[in-house]
């Protein structure tokens, strides 16, 4: 099938249609409608899965070589006015199949968890996957106007399923996010207008003929093109000082939307800067990297004693979720294969194990209609099934060995030790990149201990020791909670102790990576 990424992308849009032009007293069949057209994408990319070919090996080291590595790419003139020439333009490749994957697996998940909404059920169900769309389209976008316009449509219905169906300070917290968000995409489209009219491409956005005439770009300007995507691209991670919008839009989302936004969107900013800010600008990263390594440092250990001090536990999982990032960046900033494959495979895992926590908490916040970390305690005693859950969740985030998170962060504490062998001039000074990053990577290593303070912590007080009488009739986790539950466990337990499904994919596409960055 030709077409079978455009597919993916619009088979949610067109459930949307469906759902609006069905009647609003028809809640049950607007849910299936949902349920039938995110499952659509998924067994798609299940096909593709089987489909990929995982040995694909390009000659080059530019970004034709990257063009070449793509697959299942589909190619057609969108607008094409006057000096305009905006393409059609989408593939995947090992960077990227593995975000559509997560995408359409927690989307469907997602649409299952959220069959009690008895609010503006239409309005919901249609705006989710209105959102799928738009994520499943940034991942495949390949042409940077059309990356801009999906990167541009996620906005809108985040926006409203936290404004409408959120929770006390809704409109808060949704109005943060959109300002937050809308500031980032005001510098990537500067950017983009910036590289259109500054190289030699021919008046295209295609995003590999302009890296590859990049070198016509002005140098003086490359610097701050790099430093707004860079911009944008870490208020979406988010990366400190950006990240103030992201636990205020976790504790105010409806569980789902907490779900699609940790596990996806957070991913959509590092995954910005390994697809356009890397292989376009790579003398520019060279300058940025200590930049990136010191503000992955404070994301790490900032992230985590934030998590430690909480009392509410989607906030407890929102500000894990700021330090799990910054080992995503700790890994990119190593420029070498360990660091790459290490941050590119921490995206999935964390995506999966962070889906895992937040429905979690959406579980228990269901029966008892709080998530006061104080107000439990016990809950083990009653609650047996959804313990067990939690700890492997929990346990996951930590890093266990055996569980998926474990083989990530160690590919990208190692790679530390071994980051690229280059110095730049940074503020007249002469810095060892590899030196510096060994440094960074050093002091980042005590937010592991802190993360299993705060783990081993809020277990002990919400699920261990003496039951909170309160609670002694809490209903144990449901049948289609579980099963919600399991195709995450599945992963997370497969890749505990054999990641080579997500590192086979992904490899000699961040090899290229590596080759283009000049490492």
């Given amino acids: 099938m030709t077409n079978i990424l455009s597919l993916i992308i619009f088979a949610p849009l067109v459930g949307m249609l469906a759902i609006l032009f069905t009647p609003r007293r028809e809640e049950k069949i607007i849910k299936t409608i949902a349920a039938c057209t995110s499952a659509v994408p998924l067994f798609l990319i299940m096909s593709l899965w089987c489909q990929f070919d995982r040995a694909r090996v390009v000659d080059g080291a530019d970004a034709q070589a990257m063009a070449e590595m793509m697959q299942f790419t589909e190619r057609t003139t969108w607008i094409s006015v006057g000096n305009l020439h905006v393409d059609y333009y989408v593939g995947v490749d090992g960077l990227s199949f593995p975000m559509v994957f997560l995408t359409g697996l927690l989307a469907f998940i997602c649409i299952i968890a959220s069959w009690g909404i008895d609010k503006g059920v239409k309005g919901y169900f249609a705006l989710f996957l209105l959102l799928e769309t ?289 110095s730049v001039d940074l503020f007249g000074c002469q810095i060892q990149l590899h030196t510096f990053v060994k440094y960074v990577t050093v002091i980042s290593i005590p937010g592991i201990v802190v993360t299993a303070g705060y783990v081993l912590w809020t277990l002990q007080r919400v699920w261990l020791g003496p039951l909170n009488e309160k609670y002694k009739d809490i209903e144990e986790i449901s049948t289609r909670e579980i099963a919600c539950l399991v195709p995450l466990l599945v992963i997370v337990l497969i890749l505990g102790v054999y990641p080579a499904p997500i590192l086979d994919i992904q490899n000699h596409t961040l090899e290229l990576l590596l080759k283009v960055t000049g490492a």
């Fill in 134 to 422: 738009g994520i499943m389209g940034t991942f495949c976008a390949l042409d940077l106007f059309l990356f801009f316009v999906f990167w541009e449509v996620m906005l809108l219905p985040m926006y409203f399923l936290i404004g409408i169906w959120g929770g006390p300070r809704k409109e808060y917290a949704a109005i943060k996010f959109f300002l937050y968000t809308f500031f980032g995409s005001v510098f990537l489209l500067i950017g983009l207008i910036a590289i259109y009219f500054g190289t030699s491409a021919g008046r295209t956005f295609d995003l590999f003929a302009l890296a590859q005439a990049m070198d016509t770009f002005p140098e003086h300007l490359k610097m701050w093109v790099f430093f707004g995507f860079f911009v944008a691209f870490a208020i979406k991670v988010p990366v400190f000082p950006f990240h103030t919008w992201l636990p205020d839009a976790h504790v105010e989302a409806p569980t789902a939307v907490s779900v699609i936004l940790a596990g996806v969107l957070l991913k959509l900013g590092t995954y910005g800067m390994l697809r356009i800010s890397y292989p376009m600008m790579p003398g520019m990263l060279l300058k940025f990297i200590p930049v990136i390594a010191v503000l992955a440092w404070v994301n790490i250990i900032y992230g985590a004693m934030c998590a430690m001090a909480q009392t509410d536990l989607k906030k407890l999982v929102a500000y894990s979720s700021i330090s799990h990032m910054g080992i995503v960046m700790l890994g990119m900033c190593q420029i070498n294969s360990l660091g790459f494959n290490g941050a590119a495979l921490q995206m999935f895992n964390h995506g999966t194990v962070t889906a895992m926590m937040f429905l979690l908490v959406g579980v228990i916040y269901d029966r008892a209609h709080h998530r006061e970390i104080n107000g439990f305690g016990g809950l083990g005693v009653v609650m047996p099934v959804y313990t067990g859950l939690v700890s492997i969740a929990f346990f996951a985030g930590l890093g266990l060995p055996g569980l998926s998170s474990f083989i990530s962060e160690a590919m990208v504490f190692l790679g530390g030790f071994d980051a690229i062998h280059r």
